[in-house]
């Protein structure tokens, strides 16, 4: 069967310290990928999907970007944390039409 | 570009009284997905309706999509306080992306 990992599970770092944020699956070949962000109490924001080793797509122009090393690898990073990146950060995975997520990263900055 | 509304924001309901939250986008959609947040949790798959009209339950929970494929409604029957969560519809078009809504928050009093 397919899972996904995050790690860390949370995470506090001072503003404009850097930010690496990664996200394995499991069981599967040639997944897409997606990073959301959600903040708190609030709807998931789309900020990256991926469809293969390489391939980026950015859906908010922001201090963040995305890499995928690995078929089964996808990094979210920051050279600068901004006190607005604070937020439960998502993983998740395309099977047919559904998304499956991971348990999440959640960060704050201070 | 695609928008998904949501409403109501935020739910609170006695025990044993039903609960709808309602889901509306700005263009016409490929399916829609539903999607439950516990607490602290991350969002985990309940449904995807595909047909225009379509109707489908899981036990207390019945979910529709509009005729025109552009709105969607999540009722529960008799909640219970396990119902508590954060229920998200997610709208697709033909890209990768599903577009999600910002959230209907339930909270359930014993």
């Not at chain 2, 036990?59 to 509009?66: A, N, P, S, V």
Request: with cysteine.
């Amino acid at each position: 069967s397919q899972t996904i990992h995050q790690w860390p599970a949370t995470l506090v770092q001072p503003v404009g310290s850097p930010l690496s944020l990664e996200c394995t699956v499991e069981g599967t070949s040639n997944p897409n990928l997606y990073w959301y962000r959600q903040a708190a109490g609030r709807g998931l924001q789309l900020l990256f999907y991926s469809v293969g080793i390489g391939q980026i797509s950015s859906e908010v122009p922001q201090n963040l970007s995305a890499s995928r090393p690995q078929d089964r690898q996808f990094i979210l990073s920051s050279k600068k944390l901004l006190l607005s990146d604070s937020g439960f950060y998502l993983c998740a995975w395309r099977q047919g039409e559904t998304q499956y997520f991971g348990p999440g990263t959640r960060l704050l900055v201070l | 570009g695609q928008q998904v509304m949501q409403i109501p924001q935020y739910q609170h309901v006695q025990e044993g009284e039903d609960f709808t939250t309602y889901c509306n986008s700005s263009t016409t959609l490929s399916n829609i997905q539903w999607y439950k947040q516990r607490p602290g949790g991350h969002p985990v798959f309940l449904i995807q309706l595909v047909k225009s009209g379509e109707v489908k339950k899981q036990k207390r929970l019945t979910f529709q999509f509009g005729e025109a494929k552009k709105n969607s409604s999540l009722h529960i029957t008799a909640t219970q306080t396990t119902d508590v969560g954060t229920y998200f519809c997610a709208g697709k078009d033909s890209s990768y992306k599903l577009i999600f809504g910002s959230g209907t928050r339930l909270l359930v009093r014993p």
